[in-house]
């Protein structure tokens, strides 16, 4: 690999083999077509973690190549977010059409917001100093949608498939920590080595995870994950989160 440090080495080896294992059982298990947008989420970071091995890491075709992967990656995020509230919210049509308004509405506002700079500061003179303005916003955005659909599971009574489960856990892990990393990695250029090896072996973790737990008898188990401290409430909050979700189709019809 051209010019990683040793232990980025030995983890991007590690990455490129579980993207490339976990890609494999995607699609002999035909979860691929179930999970489409993760799965292409997957096949880009694979792609990506192959540039540092054929591309020197000081050389122009490396910056450009990696601006290019991580704007596709950066509207991957966006779309697996999507999937995730579409595989959750599966049963609550009404609900699942208002997540998917309000998530357009923010990655808009997210997409203005960093524009704002541009107006505000100094121009970029580079295509990763313009990656940057708009990965900080974006990513801030599809946390706190990450962080809302996990509150909302945790506290109402929905029943989804064990591999949603796993799908949002190894998810919403992998990218709370990406976005702290990039905004940790902005306050301080000296932390970047470490930084970028803290990542890499989150991502590596969550990859495993993700190879270990993701199967065919995921998608027939069904588990229920809210409320579990009361269940007496359970009756009570699926009654109202159903009220809420036929109300929700009522207004959409009109």
Not at 37 to 60: K, M, W
Not at 230 to 238: F, H, K, S, V, Y
Request: glycine fraction near 4%; proline fraction near 4%; charged fraction near 15%.
């Amino acid at each position: 690999m051209h010019q990683l440090p040793i232990e980025q080495q030995v983890l991007e080896v590690a990455q490129i083999a579980v993207l490339l294992a976990l890609c494999a059982k995607l699609w002999w298990s035909g979860l691929y077509k179930i999970y489409v947008f993760f799965f292409i989420y997957l096949l880009l970071e694979f792609f990506q973690s192959l540039i540092p091995v054929f591309v020197p890491l000081n050389g122009a075709l490396y910056l450009e190549s990696y601006v290019v992967s991580q704007a596709l990656i950066l509207c991957s995020y966006a779309l697996v977010v999507l999937e995730l509230y579409s595989i959750i919210l599966r049963d609550l049509e009404g609900i699942a059409s208002m997540a998917r308004r309000y998530i357009q509405i923010t990655l808009a506002l997210a997409i203005v917001l960093s524009l704002l700079p541009l107006a505000l500061e100094k121009t970029p003179n580079t295509w990763t100093g313009y990656l940057f303005i708009f990965e900080r916003p974006i990513l801030t955005s599809l946390v706190v949608l990450i962080l809302l659909i996990t509150g909302f599971l945790v506290y109402y009574p929905v029943p989804i498939g064990r591999n949603a489960i796993v799908y949002l856990m190894g998810y919403a892990t992998y990218f709370i920590e990406r976005a702290t990393t990039i905004f940790l990695n902005n306050l301080g250029h000296y932390w970047n080595r470490s930084l970028s090896s803290l990542e890499m072996s989150f991502s590596v973790i969550c990859l495993m995870f993700w190879l270990f737990c993701l199967n065919r008898r995921g998608e027939e188990k069904r588990v229920v994950v809210g409320h579990q401290w009361n269940p007496g409430d359970e009756q009570r909050l699926r009654a109202q989160l159903d009220a809420i979700n036929a109300s929700l189709l009522r207004s959409a019809r009109k």
